[in-house]
Every structure is written in structure tokens, then in C-alpha cells.
């Protein structure tokens, strides 16, 4: 395949799908659950439903054969397809985005480490009548970044496992535990002093005993989206409710544990890019077309000493956007060429949230009191913005992995 | 589709220029900047890769590489991760014979082309840029003025590269406040080459003022014909080769600047291993990688045929901000060594400086 930059007509179509939904459905829309925080954005998801669990986005397709062989099944342009959808229903609004049905996160864990059974078992309600949500929970108030820090554990008792333990910030948890049969693979360790090792991922469907929403958190942006505390209590899970090994050996060389399941931040990265872009865009278009109503074309090439600072402006943010949306492409496109993608993802993941965040804040400054006024999406898209140079691995933390992988050097060499 | 792979062909093309550069363009360089002298040995066999005789159609004497101006880009990056000087004195030639390519009649392609396909370095040159601030390609102050079956040329031109020994000349003027191009042989009375240019950095190449005092070519020199030239179709494809070059020099900063940084040591461990550092390098690696992409997309697109003057300024405006600051950064990881003439950096911070001034100074 020789280098090439057409879109495929079969993404063409579905991203017309998405933008379709992302005008008529996201965007009248937009502005209300941004002021009415931790609304439920219904018309979305009863309008994205009966297509995703005919389609799903990510993950889910693993159950329909569970033989493991989905990898060599799916289309070659999965990966591209998907961060197209994603960006397209960004534009539209980030946090209704957020609140896609599906296994999202939870199920790009399953995917990952999950048995071809345990695949079947949990990902099949993804495909049902009801709209249902899967969730992922690592993070603690003592651990983020450091994701080695969770103090939540996992005992064994008999058929069973107990968790105990605060998860915090989790996307999409009141949807998964409280408006769906969803499910949340939950970090917990099971063996305290194993480090990394112990770490393991379960599966806590809704209606367990002893499993509680305790808090929404009030943010910034996306507020459609529900970031959820959830409270571990004696939650007694079956046994088979863990994916990969329950056994405490230290990860070299195996795909299956605390390392594989690392590996969903590579397919999941690039979606983050794709959706902070679809942002990006947003903005961009919306600065261009206001200018324009002023009369202020972009003079591409005219010469320096001509250009306005506005119109150099918009410039940069066009070029930067740009540039981070390659990347994220590159990084999709490995994937579904089955090349690793782990530099690559981060890469796109530091571009694409810096440049989000630059072109946004840029956009308020550049419309002045129309930035500012929330009667203008500006100000909206830079609060939704920021959250993607912090979730799924801050700026830094993404920074911390390309260093890493060009140096060659290991986290002990690196810190 | 959507896709980053090149093609086999070009990855030959890529490995064999790469080669070249690390063979025959790194040994070199350091003393051609010392010297201001072209090491015309090296040059020479640059020229017989075979580059632009590659991107000529069949037709006309050439290859005709069936993606040009991408092939082309991966070429020019790996000339610009050699030497910026070399790789502009390896592709002068370009300058004159892709506007021909892309604009000239039929007629002055066939006169013109099949020379460049020659293994000798064919001896001619373009003069775009004027030596004024408010420099503009699109409104210039050199005009070219109708007289009966004749133009008639005024005005001065600047980084006019090997025009010394060059025989025929592309220049550029104004005719009715439109960028027309035309064709001038040495010895045409009124053109006068100047003194030899004083810059900042490719020092290796020889540049020179030009000085245009009434000069009269037959109307058929006009490049184009009666059509003439669209000069920012060609600028677009001034605008890619510039981006290429410069995602190459930034690519060899970046690489001499981390493996410098991981021999460094300070405070007991290698300097990389400390996040400052670690992060400036990751953020270079990012910003070369992002821009690598664009300049292909522009490139791409100008293969297809399609206008895309927005995606070749946006690419090459991103190539010479990221080329600085990956130099820039390079520098500042040497330290006090950086700023020593005995290392590279400290030139190819001031190479990258020049991308910003070299409008139409290299093309594919
Ligand atoms: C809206 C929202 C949704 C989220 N969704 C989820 C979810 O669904 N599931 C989930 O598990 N988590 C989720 N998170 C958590 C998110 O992933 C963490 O907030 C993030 O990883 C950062 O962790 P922290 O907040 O504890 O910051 P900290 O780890 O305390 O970091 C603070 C600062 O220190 C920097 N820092 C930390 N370590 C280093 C280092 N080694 N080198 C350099 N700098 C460093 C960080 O970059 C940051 O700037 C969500 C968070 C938010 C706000």
C-alpha cells in the first residue's frame, strides 16, 4: 500500500452518518447538558443505540465468535474507521459522546485479556435491546498516574472474590452500574505485596451486592459525561469474574496480565486523540466562519510582513491540528495493520492533547467578548478540551512513554 | 485508502540517498561550512542518483516516477538530514527544470528537459527572491516589460544559488503585477551576476545578488508561452521540498542530540534520564513525526493533482517553527558543547533559521 490520504468511501459514509447525528442531535443539544449537569442525554443515546449494538464501536465484536479469531476477522481499516466516528461525534459534543452506549473502555479490557468465553459471557448484553454501558475503574483518590498505588483488593473465598476498596473518576459508571445491565472491570490487587504483579482486572456487573455509586464529580467540561466514585463493600464476585491468570507471577514476556491489559491504551489513545480533534475542529471552523462574517479570509501564502496576527493564528492552529490528526491516523492505521502501535499511540495522545488544549484557549483570546460569552460554544470546547491532555495518561505520563521508547530505556531507567 | 507505507520503489530510492548522505554528505559537510566551498566531488555524485531525472516523464527523457513530488519528499529528507547546503546544490537544477515541467510549453520542454536526465551536473539556476524586507513572490519589483517580439527585464534579484557558473537562468518578474518566469542565457548583455552572498548558514553554497539593468530575451522565453506560469503552483511545490528538507535536518539534531544524551553523564546518570531532558527529546520526536505526515499529505495531494496551496503553506509555516525548535533544542542539550563550532548543532540551528527565508530556493 503506497502512502495515501484518500478516506475510504466506506468510512465517507458512516462519518456522514455520524455528522448527521452530531447536527441534528449533539449539537441542538450541546449547550443544555453543558448547564444541566449529570443529565442523561437520552435523544442521543436512544438515536445511537439500535446502530452501535448492531456495529459496535470497540471491543464488543469479540463475542460474536468467540474463537479468538476476531483479530484476523475485522476489517482492515477498523481502527481508522472508528477514530473517524470519534472525531466526527466530538465535533458534535464531547460529553454526549462520552455517554455513547457500549463496552467502551470495560470491554476494550475484556477484549484484550478476556477468554474467548469470558468474551461471550460479558460483551453479548452489548448487543441487546436496552442500551447498556461498560466501564473502566483503576483510579484511586491516593493512585492515578502511579496506577501501581491501588489499594483495593481482591480476596479469594471459595467460589468466589471479595472486593474492597474507593475506585474514583470512573467515565460512564453510573451508566454501567445504575441506568443499565452494564458491567466495570475493576482494578484490585491480589497481593498487596506483589506490586504490578498482583494487579488484576475483574468483572463487577451491575446489581452486585456491596457495589455503590457514592459521588458524581462536578467538572470543568463534559458535563454530560458521569465521573463516578464507586465504593467497594465485601462485593462478592464469582470466581470465573477475573480476566487472565489469577495467578501472582511477574508479567515478563506474558500478554495477558497487568501488561496486556496496558496494551488497550493503544487502541484506546488514538480514540482520545480522535475525539479531543473532533473538538479542534470544531473550533477552528467556528473561528474561520466568524472571521469570515468579518470579512478576514486566511491568506495562505501571502507573505509575513502581511499577514495579520489573527489570520498567523489560525494558521498554526490549522497546521497543528493537522499534524496531531495524521498522527492519530498513523496510530489507528498500525493497528489495523497489525504493527505495534505503542510509540505511535502515545505520540498522537501528546499532539493531539496539547493542540486541543492550544487551539481552544487561542480561540477565546482571538473572538474576545464572543469567546468569552458562554452564548458561543468557544469557551464550551476549551473546557471539554482539557480533560484530553489528562485522562487515559496526562501529557506528561504519554511524554514519560515516547521517552522511554526512544531512549530504550526501562521505568527503572526512566522514572 | 488511507495509508503510510511507501512503496518499495521509494524505499529503495529512500535507503539509497540515505546512504548517500551518511557516507558521502556527513564526511564532508563540517569543512564545506568552514571552507564556504562546495565540495563540487560530492555534489557531482549526488546529482547522479538520479533524483529529478526520476520525477521527468518518460516523454521528455526521464523516469517518470509515477509519484513524483512523494518520492521526491523522501528523497529531499534524507538530502536534508545529510547537509542543507549539499542537498540545495544537489537539487538546483530542480529549480529550473520542474517549473519547466509543470509550466512550460511543449515546445521548451523538449528543448529543455532531456538535459537534465545527462550525468553531467547541468549548469543553470532560478532567481526568485528580491533583496528587500517586504519581499513577495506574488508582487515582485523586478518587472518584465513588452517590446514588440522581445521582454525586457529590470531589477535585482538575491540567493541566486551557483549563478557564478550557471548558463541559463529562470527569472523571475512582474509582468502587469503578474510573477511570469523567463529564460536567460549567460552573456545576455544587461545581467550582471554580483558579489558573492554573505549568510547566516549554508555556507558551503555559493548564493549571489543579480542584477538586471534592461535585459532582453525573444518573447519566446517566456515560460508557458502565452499561458505563463501560475508562480504559486510552483510555489507549492517549493513549499513541500522545503518541508522535506527540513524535517531531515531536525531528524539528524534530534538524532545526534538523544544519543549525546544518553553518553552524558551529570549528577552521576546519563542526562536522559532525567525528565527535562527526556521530555524536550520526546517532544521533538513528536513534532518531527507530525510534520514528516503533513508534508506527505501536501505532497500527495499535489500528485493527485489537486490545488492544495493551504496544505503545502500549512507544512512548510509548521516545518520551519519545528525545525528551529528542534535545533534550538538540540543546542541546549549539549549544553556549553553545543555552542562549539567542533559539534554540528550550532550549524544546523543556523540552517534551520534559513527555511523561513528560502522561498523557491529547492522544489520537487
Ligand atoms: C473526567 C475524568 C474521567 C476519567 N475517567 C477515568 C476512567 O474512566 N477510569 C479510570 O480509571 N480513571 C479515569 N480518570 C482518571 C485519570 O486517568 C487520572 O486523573 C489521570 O491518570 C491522572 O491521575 P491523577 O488525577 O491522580 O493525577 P496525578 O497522577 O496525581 O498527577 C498530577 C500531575 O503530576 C504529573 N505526574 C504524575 N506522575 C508523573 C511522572 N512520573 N512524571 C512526570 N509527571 C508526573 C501528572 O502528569 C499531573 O500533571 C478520569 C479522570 C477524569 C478527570
Redesign the interface.
Known sequence: ????????GAIQQVVSMAQMVAEQVMRPKAAYYDEHEHEIPWEYINMMWPIVSQSPLLGADDSRNGHGEAERKRSP?TN?RLIHIVEMLSWGDAGQYLCTPGGNLGAAAIAAVGTPEQKRRFLSRFQGEKPAWGAMAMTEPQAGSDTSAIKTTAVRDGDFWVLNGEKIFCTGGRLALEESNGLVVVWATVDPKAGRAGMKPFVVEAGTPGVTVTKLEPKLGIRASDTASILLQDARIPFDHILGSPEVISDTGGEKGFKGAMKTFDATRPIVAASALGIARATIEYVKHLLNQEGITIR???????LSAVELEV??M???H???W??T??AA??MDMGLNNNLEAS?CK??AGDAVTRITQKAVEILGPLGYSRAHPVEKWMRDAKINDIFEGTG?IN??I???R??G?TSR??? | MIAFSPTEEQTLIAETVKRFARERMRSVFREAEESSELPWEVVNKGWQLGLLSAAIPEDYGGLGDAQPTVTGALAAEELGWGDLALALAIMVPGLVALPILYAGTEEQKRTYLPRFSDEGYPKVTAALIEPRFRFDPAALETTAVRQGNEYVLSGRKAYVPLAAGAELFLIYAAEKGQTQAFLVERGAPGLTVGERERLMGVKALDTYELALDGVRVPASARLGGDAGIDINRLLNHSRVALAALAVGLARGAYEYALEYAKNRVAFGEPIAQRQSIAFMLAEMAIEIEGVRLSTWEAAWRLDQGEEATRECVLARQNANAMALMVADRAVQILGGHGYIREYPVELWLRNARGFATFDGLAMI
Open positions: 500500500m503506497p502512502i495515501e490520504f484518500k478516506t475510504p481499516i481508522v495562505y501564502g501571502a507573505p509575513l510582513h502581511q494558521m498554526d490549522e497546521a497543528q493537522r499534524a496531531a495524521l498522527l491516523q498513523k492505521w498500525m505520540m501528546v499532539k506528561q511524554r514519560l515516547v521517552a522511554r526512544i531512549l530505556y531507567e526512566l522514572k
